[in-house]
Every structure is written in C-alpha cells, then in structure tokens.
Nanobody
Framework: QVQLVESGGGLVQPGGSLRLSCAAS????????MSWYRQAPGKERELVAS????????NYADSVKGRFTISRDNAKNTVYLQMSSLKPEDTAVYYC???????????????WGQGTQVTVSS
C-alpha cells in the first residue's frame, strides 16, 4: 500500500538545523511532484516547499527562502527538507505530500504522510 514516512523531526535550539526525510513506497515516486507542508497549533496547514518530479525546479514559501532546501533522490524514493537557521516560528508538524496529477483521462490522488514534529525552542 501507499506509504509516506517522515523522519528527522525533534527539538532544536533557535539557529540550529534539522534534516527531514520522507520515504515513499507503494507508488511510482518519480512521477510525482513532492512537497513539504507544515501546521502549527491553531493555524492552517501551509505549503513550505515543493519540488518537481525530476528535481529540476523548486519553490519555497517566502518565510523559509534562503533557510530551507528541498531535494529528492528518485533512486531512494525519498524527499528531504534541510532546515537551517531555525526560528521558534518554524515550530510545527511537518507533512510530506505527493501531489496528485492527471495524465490524459487518468487522475492520480494526493498522498500524505503522518507528520513529524519540529520544535524550535531554547
């Protein structure tokens, strides 16, 4: 079955770094654009970063530009989020997303991971 399993979250001090990983299985990973979202308590889920299926193009929320880097390894079916210069406002549950798409008359759904907690605090 389809699985997206995030790892790498935890507690880090302001200014620190973390790398999140999302291991995918059960679908053709290299066909999907991938994204990282986050949701802080009491707030809506927001898009943090995305990467095309080939890895040739990336996009970032303004709040993380220059601090976060999304990358992928299609041979390992894994997408990463390198987070640096972390701030307390980066505290959230981070979710991995495989973005659904349509090819001709066939459409494929979005897939979501279960999330991993990132807490930035001294």
């Amino acid at each position: 079955q389809v699985q997206l399993v995030e790892s790498g979250g935890g507690l880090v001090q302001p200014g620190g770094s973390l790398r999140l990983s999302c291991a995918a299985s059960g679908f053709t990973f290299s066909f999907y654009a991938m994204s990282w979202y986050r949701q802080a308590p009491g707030k809506e889920r927001e898009l943090v970063a995305s990467i095309t299926n080939t890895g040739g193009s990336t996009n970032y929320a303004d709040s993380v530009k220059g601090r976060f880097t999304i990358s992928r390894d299609n041979a390992k079916n894994t997408v990463y989020l390198q987070m640096s210069s972390l701030k307390p406002e980066d505290t959230a549950v981070y979710y991995c997303n495989a973005r659904g798409y349509c090819s001709g008359y066939v459409c494929f759904p979005d897939y979501w991971g279960q999330g991993t907690q990132v807490t930035v605090s001294s």
